[in-house]
Nanobody
C-alpha cells in the first residue's frame, strides 16, 4: 500500500525553527519528486518547496526562499523540510506530496499525507 506520512509540526515562536519529515511506505521516494504544500484557514493550498527525483533540483516559493531548505535521506526513504526564521504568516497545515515531476499545482500530485499543523505565534 502506498502511504505518505508527515510529522514534526508544532507551536513555535516567531524567529524559531522546525523540521518537518515526510516518510513513505509502499514505494521509494527516491524515484518521485516530493513537494511541500501548506494551507491556512480560508486560503487556497499553496506550493512551498519541491525536490526533483532525477537531478535533485530544489524549488522554493518566494515567500520562503532563504528560510526553508528541502532535503532527502534515501536510506530512510524520507524527505525533510527545515524551516528557519519562522513568521506568523507561515502558520498553516503542511502537507507533503509525491509526483513524477516538481510542480507548484496541488492537482498534479498523486500521493498526499494527512498534514501536520505548524503554528507560529508569540
Amino acid at each position: 500500500q502506498v502511504q505518505v506520512v508527515e510529522s514534526g509540526g508544532g507551536l513555535v515562536q516567531p524567529g524559531g525553527s522546525l523540521r518537518l519529515s515526510c516518510a513513505a511506505s509502499g514505494f521509494t521516494l527516491d524515484y518521485y519528486a516530493i513537494g511541500w504544500f501548506r494551507q491556512a484557514p480560508g486560503k487556497e493550498r499553496e506550493g512551498v518547496s519541491c525536490i526533483s527525483s532525477m537531478d535533485g533540483s530544489t524549488y522554493y516559493a518566494d515567500s520562503v526562499k532563504g528560510r526553508f531548505t528541502i532535503s532527502r535521506d534515501n536510506a530512510k526513504n524520507a524527505v525533510y523540510l527545515q524551516m528557519n526564521s519562522l513568521k506568523p504568516e507561515d502558520t498553516a497545515v503542511y502537507y507533503c506530496a509525491a509526483d513524477e515531476y516538481c510542480s507548484g499545482y496541488p492537482d498534479e500530485y498523486d500521493y498526499w499525507g494527512q498534514g501536520t499543523q505548524v503554528t507560529v505565534s508569540s
